[in-house]
């Protein structure tokens, strides 16, 4: 008789939350900056579409940059702005474009729309 096949552990920890949002990935070392769009994140990473060529390898560590905008009016400044660190733990091509996983390597932080502007 064949041994029975068990189901791969779900390794998340997390919930995933759906969110329409930019991603831009920057790897640390080599490659130029990937622009995406955000499918999921949790509370310990994401999951973004990248379109090809594949630029992002697994175990590659890199900076990331959340924005999140006002779906009505994309003129607006961004809702939210977030900024961390992470590392590659998955990349899957999928058509005309590939699925990227990243694993948060620390906590992301907040960047105020207003932080960019001078006072005078």
């Known amino acids: 008789m064949p041994p029975r096949r ?6 998340r920890r997390d919930r995933r939350i759906p969110v329409a949002a930019r991603v831009r990935i920057e790897p640390r070392v080599g490659a130029g900056v990937v622009q995406a769009e955000l499918v999921d994140v949790s509370a310990g990473g994401l999951r973004a579409h990248c379109p090809l060529p594949r630029t992002l390898e697994a175990g590659s ?11 009505s009016d994309a003129r607006r400044q961004p809702l939210v702005n977030l900024r ?37």
């Open 6 to 11: 068990l189901h791969a552990q779900e390794r």
């Open 61 to 71: 560590e890199v900076d990331v940059e959340i924005t999140v905008q006002d779906a």
């Open 84 to 120: 961390g660190r992470g590392e590659v733990v998955r990349v899957h091509a999928d058509g005309d474009h590939y699925d990227t996983a990243l694993r948060f390597t620390g906590a992301l932080a907040l960047r105020e729309p207003f932080s960019q502007m001078l006072l005078f």
